[in-house]
């Protein structure tokens, strides 16, 4: 029904900067709330930064100030620009999407793409 690709993920040295993106595709009405999550190893998953429908946002502690998430409505897509990137936000990171179809909102994930910071 409802696919989200990710791009954009891969290896940087630390203080570089990454763009990853993520677009939603299928049957769609609309997409309400969209963010991007992490998960390390040995680590649970946490939320890195979240966006509404009308660019409301919100990030986590440690990426604030070196993080801007941003969507495009027409395309359904959702961005986060890392910048300043540090040893310790190597990860794989998770898109997410609540997509409204014309029977329900339902919750979506991407793939997932390894972000990798090298000192």
């Known amino acids: 029904q409802v696919q989200l690709v990710e791009s954009g993920g891969g290896l940087v040295q630390a203080g570089g900067s990454l763009r990853l993106s993520c677009a939603a595709s299928?049957?769609?009405?609309?997409?309400?709330?969209m963010g991007w999550y992490r998960q390390a190893p040995g680590k649970q998953r946490e939320l890195v930064a979240a966006i509404a429908r009308a660019g409301s946002t919100n990030y986590a502690d440690s990426v604030k100030g070196r993080f801007t998430i941003s969507r495009d409505n027409a395309k359904n897509t959702v961005y986060l620009q890392m910048n300043s990137l540090r040893l310790e936000d190597t990860a794989v990171y998770y898109c997410n999407a609540d997509v409204l179809t014309g029977w329900d909102v339902k919750p979506y994930w991407g793939q997932g793409t390894q972000v990798t910071v090298s000192s």
């Open positions: 299928g049957i769609i009405f609309g997409v309400n709330a």
